[in-house]
């Protein structure tokens, strides 16, 4: 008998833990003094160039040919970097480079990449190399997420170069 309310207690007892558990630390003291970071599913002008300023990025911006579509031509690490903003539900970030890059090198960096992707254009006579990423902000995206896809593709352009002078 003894052991049948011992088997009892301790079910009771991890019960009562699991649940604490399950509060996670949204319930932990300080953490309820902050609100959730607003998710948006589009992304408007007035918000990425907040966005922008805040992470003290100076960038001069056009408008594309289709209505809501603009770009933010901006320097990161001495690098010209575009940030297009198709009506508020896609962000796409590149830069472009002039130096002569193989396919295979390209598919090499492409197997590897987990964040962005490198892509070979040929114009005529020509042949530059565009790095590139995207975010599809119709599935949700708050603040947080645009700064670190901005920051991540610096972190992308730096081994890109280093894989190219490898």
Known sequence: MLGKSLVGVLSLALAAAGA????????KGNDKDKSPPKVQRSVTSAKLESILQDMKIK???????????HYYDFERNNFKVRLHNYQGRDLWVDVHFTDKVSLDEINQWNVRAKFSRAV????ADKQSTSLEAQIDCEGGVTDGMIRQFILRFDGEIKAFVQFLTK
């Open 20 to 27: 604490a558990q399950d509060k996670g630390p949204q319930d």
């Open 59 to 69: 960038y001069a911006k056009t408008a594309g040919k289709n209505e809501g579509v």
């Open 120 to 123: 070979l254009i040929k114009n």
